[in-house]
């Protein structure tokens, strides 16, 4: 299994629209994040997490020729708002299968409504198959996928764990209960968006506990706005086997 980061970035990416703080104006790429996204691939399957704002941007950069289906996380526009430019997939291999719980899919019907139409549609939109997905494993293809439950202040939001993966983005709280489905991977990734308190995200601090009771072998931050810091000054000060996430990082399982 290999996965890629597309994006590692908050709501507004890094650097934020004409903002002079140093973090924005770094020439460090390991500083210039697109929004949050992974590309997951294992045998001739390819699936995205989320497909925010800058999908088309990413699926360019990562020289993506076909996607298998698109899982989400949530309904955030930094998670969903690329969802029209599944167009080119659509227009080479037919209907694309998406994955969400049924608020998202609500959510998705009522925002890109001309895709969900069906009567008397527009011939260039895609046609998207939709699977409704609920706190319990489902399949992608040959692979069992495990939701995971948590939330985003007041919003339930899924993680998801693909055999020795776990990727969880946009969390605040998580039960124990659900903490346990995703106990000693061999690869977590979970967000830390900045070092003070946050209303919805894990900071820094909480990221850690949170890597801490999980125990994986090796984790990942990502979500992270520039508040987090420079990618280079932060990395330094992580506990061993943690690592700060960056655009076009590809790990292999």
């Not at 890094?14 to 045998?43: A, M, N, Q, Y």
Request: hydrophobic letters at 40%.
């Amino acid at each position: 299994m290999t996965i890629t980061f597309l994006g590692t970035g908050t709501s507004q990416g890094i650097p934020i629209i004409g903002s002079t703080h140093p973090v924005c104006l770094s020439e460090d790429f390991k500083d210039k994040r697109l929004r949050v996204s992974v590309l997951v691939e294992w045998d001739d399957y390819t699936y995205v997490i989320d497909c925010g704002p800058d999908f088309r941007q990413q699926m360019l950069r990562a020289d993506c020729r076909k996607i298998d289906g698109i899982v989400f996380t949530h309904e955030h526009s930094d998670h969903v708002a690329g969802l029209d430019d599944v167009r080119p997939f659509y227009f080479r291999q037919g209907d694309i299968d998406i994955y969400a719980h049924e608020r998202v899919i609500a959510s998705l019907t009522k925002r890109f409504d001309y895709i969900f139409e069906t009567k008397n549609k527009y011939p260039g939109v895609p046609t998207l198959s939709i699977n409704t997905i609920e706190n319990k494993p489902f399949k992608l293809n040959n692979l069992t996928v495990v939701p995971i439950n948590g939330m985003h202040h007041k919003l339930q939001v899924f993680g998801f764990r693909f055999k020795d993966f776990a990727y969880l983005t946009d969390m605040k709280t998580v039960e124990d209960s659900e903490i346990e489905k995703i106990k000693n991977v061999k690869v977590l990734v979970i967000n830390a968006l900045r070092i003070e308190p946050h209303l919805s995200h894990f900071n820094l601090e909480e990221a850690l506990q949170f890597i801490d009771k999980v125990n994986p072998q090796t984790a990942y931050l990502t979500h992270i706005s520039h508040l987090l810091g420079f990618h280079e000054a932060v990395e330094n000060t992580l506990p061993e086997g943690v690592f700060l996430a960056y655009d076009t990082l590809q790990i292999t399982l």
